[in-house]
């Protein structure tokens, strides 16, 4: 009877190696199997629970409904003498400004960016003590007001505002570099507030100190080098004054960490004015940038951290601003790679931009009769069975085109 109820458990054993074992020895293997497995299990290190902290979401801001007697409520507590209260007061307001309704609403009606530049310069100058995290608070405000046009226009024209911003920057704060360089981005991201902060030539002069300080210094935020980039499309000629065109040479020649992004791009910037041109003439700019092309023949191992390109689009942007000159035009003949290389970026499948610089690169490097015959006989049919990305590459498509067929017809007649 015994046996018979034995045959009850671990069915599938039961069934397998019932030949072999009787069923009750069956389940005295498996209960022997388990009671070793469980004492490997007890053996493994047991970590104490703890209870989870209790948040501190609540205790960091201030107690009110979010309608329209919020903003008034929080106004008047950032004035308050109680530190707990101002904090409170400031880290809600730095939430409930994410509406732009009342963003605009606090710049206009509340004059916010008087209030709060006020503590932050008090803040700044130690003239208050600083209790909590009130001057990264203040950042991420400035960073919220700034994407407003109203609110960019109001720091922009606040010299001291700026002046920090520089020497946070300069001095490399931790956990406020980023942010108030998102905010200088911020602000020279609208024509109108860009021309606010160009009018004060020490803005400019500031951005070049920075980046002078340390020319082998591998990284810089990326909302600085969008900034500096906004700042000469309008005045190149004041950068190169200041020898940015200098220091961007000396990086791109160097092959300094991601040289071929941002830096590219605001070295290409520097070539659309007259004294730009002249010294991408002096220092054989064809010459540097066909070696930046060259450089894919290298192994990438070979190569230093971040030395890889990635991206060809501003290197091709330097290139088409640069072909402006005489002088390039006929260094531009001694290198017949430099139109291959170009031609085979302009196959992207991904960047349409990538591909209007290229079409436009070989429309400007077709300017010597010698290319133009090159570009006919070895990339014609490449450029008439391109699949463009936007409109705008199709269009320097086919004027490229037009323009490479009606050679191809003047020299048939």
Not at 392 to 409: F, P, Q, S, V
């Amino acid at each position: 009877m015994w046996e018979e109820l034995e045959k009850y458990r671990n069915h599938f054993l039961q069934h397998e190696i019932k030949d072999v074992m009787k069923p009750s020895s069956i389940n005295c293997q498996q209960n022997k199997e388990w009671d070793k497995f469980m004492k490997k299990r007890d053996w493994c290190k047991r970590y104490p629970q703890r209870c989870a902290g209790s948040s501190t979401y609540f205790e960091d801001r201030a107690q009110l409904a979010y309608g329209w007697f919020a903003l008034p409520k929080l106004m008047k507590e950032i004035d308050s003498d109680v530190n707990v209260t101002h904090w409170r007061a400031i880290v809600s307001l730095s939430e409930f400004l994410l509406n732009p309704l009342n963003a605009q609403r606090a710049i206009l009606e509340m004059d916010l960016v008087r209030k709060v530049k006020n503590a932050f310069m008090r803040m700044r100058l130690n003239f208050h003590e600083q209790h909590y995290e009130e001057v990264e608070t203040y950042l991420k405000i400035f960073n919220i007001l700034s994407r407003n046009l109203n609110g960019a226009e109001h720091i922009a024209n606040r010299k001291c505002l700026m002046i920090e911003f520089y020497k946070i920057i300069m001095d490399k704060e931790p956990r406020k570099e980023d942010l108030t360089a998102e905010i200088l981005r911020n602000l020279t991201g609208k024509p109108k507030v860009l021309g606010i902060v160009l009018a004060d030539a020490e803005n400019l002069e500031s951005v070049a100190n920075i980046f002078k300080l340390d020319p082998c210094q591998p990284l810089y935020p990326p909302h600085l080098w969008h900034h500096l980039c906004h700042m000469l499309e309008v005045a190149p000629e004041q950068a190169i004054e200041l020898g940015l065109f200098e220091f961007l040479h000396s990086r791109i020649k160097n092959r300094l960490a991601y040289f071929w992004d941002m830096n590219c791009k605001a070295f290409a910037l520097l070539l659309r004015c007259a004294e730009g041109q002249r010294l991408f003439d002096e220092v054989d700019g064809i010459k540097l940038i066909y070696d930046v092309f060259e450089d894919v023949y290298i192994k990438k191992s070979k190569k230093l951290h971040f030395q890889h390109v990635e991206n060809y689009e501003y290197i091709v942007l330097a290139l088409l601003n640069g072909l402006h000159s005489k002088r390039a035009l006929w260094r531009s003949r001694e290198f017949t790679m430099l139109t291959c290389h170009v031609g085979r970026r302009m196959a992207s499948k991904t960047n349409p931009r990538l591909q209007l610089y290229c079409l436009k690169a070989l429309r400007a490097l077709g300017v010597m009769p010698c290319t133009k015959r090159y570009i006919i006989g070895n990339w014609l049919d490449e450029v008439r069975e391109l699949d463009c990305l936007d409109a705008e590459a199709e269009c320097a498509r086919d004027a490229l085109l037009d323009w490479l067929r009606r050679d191809i017809a003047d020299s048939s007649s």
